[in-house]
C-alpha cells in the first residue's frame, strides 16, 4: 500500500474491493454463514482470498452501540483458518488510512507471519463505511480536490470551494451515519466481531490509524486483548487538528533526504547542498505555472502532496530524487521520463475512480468527525500563513473539516490500562516518535520497541529485526 505523508496525515492510496459482498449476515441457528469472497469476475483480491482457502461473512452491529436497539450496519470480515493443532485464537488486523478496506489484508500480513500465522484465525475486516461495510457515498471527486495545499489566497479559496461542496454531499448522501463514523464505533465493532466468532479474546495488529484503533480498543476492552500490536501510533488522546496541522515531521523528513541527495549531486543534479536542495524545491512548490507530467497538470496546490510521495520511508530515496528531478526537468520545459510510481500517483491523486471516492468519504468523515477542528473557515487561512512560515513546503489544510457539521457526542477519550501491548515505532517517522513514548508510559504493560529509520510502518520485510520482534511476541 502506498501512503501519502503529510505531517502526522496519512492518506492510504489504495484501490479497495469492487462490488458488493452478497454473503449472509447470520445462518439460521444464530451462526455466522461462511461463503466465498469474491463478489465478481473483477473483484481480484476476493479472487485472491478464496484461492488462498479463506472465507468471507457479515456480522450485524448497532449503527450507535451506546444504542444498540436502533439502525444496524453488516461489518464485512474475512477468514483464514489456523492449524487446528497450533491454534491460539483470533488475529485481528487493520491496515491504516482511514478509509482503506481491510478484508483482504491478512494476505499481505501470512508473508511476514512466517509460521505464526498458523496459530492464529486471520481475520480481515472492512471497518464500518469502508470497502463492503456500508460505503459512504459523497459523490465522485479527485483526490487532489479535497487534499490540498494553500500556499496562496488563490489556492485556498478554490479548496474551500470543493471542500463546501464535499461536505454538503456528505450530508446530504448519508443521513444519520456521519456521526457514527468514529474510532470508538469501530472499535465497538471488533468487539462484535469477537463475540460472533465465539472468542473470549482476540489478538490484534494495527498500523498508523489501525494502531489508534487497536489503543482505543484496548481502553475499552482491556479484559478482552490477548495479544496486541500496535505499529506507527499517534497520540490518540490529541485532536485530529493538532495531528494534522503540523508538517514538521515532513520538513525534517524533506531535509534529511536532501542531505542524501546533495551527497549525490553527480547523479542526480539537484544541488550540492542540503539547502540548495531545498531551495529547488521551494522554488518548484511556490511558481505560479502548473507543472505537467503527461496528462497531470501539478498546481502550487498539489506539488507538496506529489513531491512526499516517495519520502515517507527511507527506502524510497533513489525513487524521491528521480521524481524531484523529473519535475524540474518538467517545469524547465525539458524532456522527461517519468517513473511508474510517479505516473501511479498522479492517477490516483488527479483521476477520479469510484473506490477511492468511496475511500475519500469514509476517510474525511471519520477524521472530520473529530471535536477539535476549528468551525470557522478563516482560521484555518490563518494558521496556514502561520504554518508555512515554519513549514514552507508541507503545511497541510484539511478543508473539509471545517464545513463539517456532523461531530462525534461522545467526551474525550483519556487513555490508561493495563492491557499487555507491543508497541513498534520508527525512530525517524514523520510521525513523532514522542507519540509513542508518551503512550508507553501510559500503559504499564506495554513494551515500546523502535527502530533507527526513516519509515512509517516498521512490521515489514524491509526490517527484518521487526519482523522477528512482532512474531515472537504474537507467538509467546
Known amino acids: 500500500m502506498r501512503r501519502l505523508v503529510v505531517g502526522s496525515l496519512l492518506v492510504a492510496l489504495v484501490v479497495p474491493v469492487g462490488g458488493a459482498y452478497a454473503g449472509a449476515s447470520r445462518a439460521e441457528g444464530g451462526g455466522l454463514a461462511w461463503r466465498q469472497c469474491q463478489s465478481g469476475s473483477d473483484d481480484q483480491q476476493g479472487k485472491a482470498l478464496d484461492d488462498a482457502g479463506a472465507s468471507c461473512t457479515t456480522v450485524r452491529v448497532p449503527l450507535d452501540h451506546l444504542h444498540p436497539d436502533g439502525r444496524t450496519l453488516d461489518i464485512a470480515i474475512s477468514r483464514i483458518k489456523a492449524d487446528p493443532a497450533k491454534r491460539r485464537g483470533i488475529l485481528l488486523s487493520n491496515s491504516g488510512g482511514p478509509g482503506a478496506p481491510g478484508l483482504a489484508y491478512p494476505l499481505d500480513l501470512q508473508p511476514l507471519l512466517g509460521e505464526v500465522a498458523s496459530q492464529y484465525d486471520l481475520i480481515g475486516v472492512d471497518a464500518r463505511f469502508m470497502g463492503r461495510s456500508a460505503p459512504l457515498d459523497c459523490g465522485p471527486v479527485q483526490l487532489a480536490d479535497l487534499y490540498r495545499s494553500s500556499t496562496t489566497r488563490r489556492d485556498f479559496t478554490t479548496g474551500s470551494r470543493y471542500a463546501a461542496s464535499f461536505a454538503a454531499a456528505c450530508r446530504a448522501n448519508n443521513p444519520g451515519l456521519l456521526q457514527h463514523a468514529n474510532i470508538r464505533q469501530a472499535a465497538r465493532d471488533l468487539d462484535a466481531i469477537r463475540v460472533a466468532l465465539g472468542e473470549d479474546k482476540l489478538s490484534y495488529y494495527g498500523v498508523s490509524w489501525g494502531a489508534d484503533l487497536g489503543v482505543v480498543y484496548s481502553q475499552l476492552f482491556s479484559a478482552k486483548v490477548d495479544r496486541m500490536v500496535v505499529d506507527s501510533v499517534t497520540d490518540v488522546e490529541g485532536s485530529e487538528y493538532q495531528h494534522l496541522a503540523t508538517g514538521l515531521g515532513a520538513e525534517a523528513a524533506f531535509d534529511e533526504w536532501a542531505a542524501w541527495a546533495a551527497w549525490r549531486d553527480d547523479k542526480y543534479h539537484l544541488g550540492r547542498t542540503g539547502m540548495?536542495?531545498?531551495?529547488?524545491?521551494?522554488?518548484?512548490?511556490y511558481r505560479r505555472q502548473p507543472v505537467k507530467v503527461g496528462k497531470y497538470?501539478?498546481?502550487?496546490?498539489a506539488m507538496p502532496?506529489?513531491?512526499?510521495?516517495?519520502?515517507?520511508?527511507?527506502?524510497?530515496?533513489d525513487l524521491m530524487a528521480r521524481n524531484v528531478r523529473t519535475l524540474l526537468d518538467a517545469a524547465a520545459g525539458k524532456p522527461i521520463k517519468p517513473s511508474k510510481e510517479l505516473l501511479g500517483f498522479l492517477g490516483q491523486f488527479f483521476e477520479i475512480n469510484p473506490d477511492l471516492s468511496r475511500f475519500a468519504a469514509a476517510s474525511l468523515s471519520y477524521t472530520c468527525n473529530d471535536n477539535g477542528w476549528p468551525r470557522r473557515p478563516a482560521q484555518y487561512w490563518r494558521d496556514a500563513q502561520r504554518d508555512h512560515k515554519t513549514q514552507p513546503l508541507f503545511a497541510v489544510t484539511i478543508l473539509p473539516c471545517a464545513y463539517w457539521t456532523d461531530h462525534t457526542t461522545e467526551p474525550d477519550l483519556v487513555i490508561g490500562n493495563n492491557t499487555p501491548m507491543l508497541i513498534v515505532q520508527a525512530e525517524r517517522d514523520s510521525i513523532p516518535v514522542a507519540w509513542a513514548r508518551k503512550l508507553h508510559q501510559k500503559l504499564p504493560n506495554s513494551v515500546l520497541k523502535t527502530v533507527d529509520r526513516r519509515a512509517h510502518g516498521v512490521y515489514d520485510e524491509r526490517i527484518p529485526e521487526m519482523v522477528a520482534e512482532v512474531n515472537r511476541y504474537l507467538a509467546g
Open 305 to 317: 502532496w506529489v513531491l512526499q510521495s516517495a519520502l515517507g520511508d527511507e527506502s524510497d530515496r
Open 276 to 285: 540548495q536542495v531545498r531551495a529547488n524545491m521551494t522554488e518548484l512548490v
Open 297 to 301: 497538470q501539478i498546481d502550487s496546490a
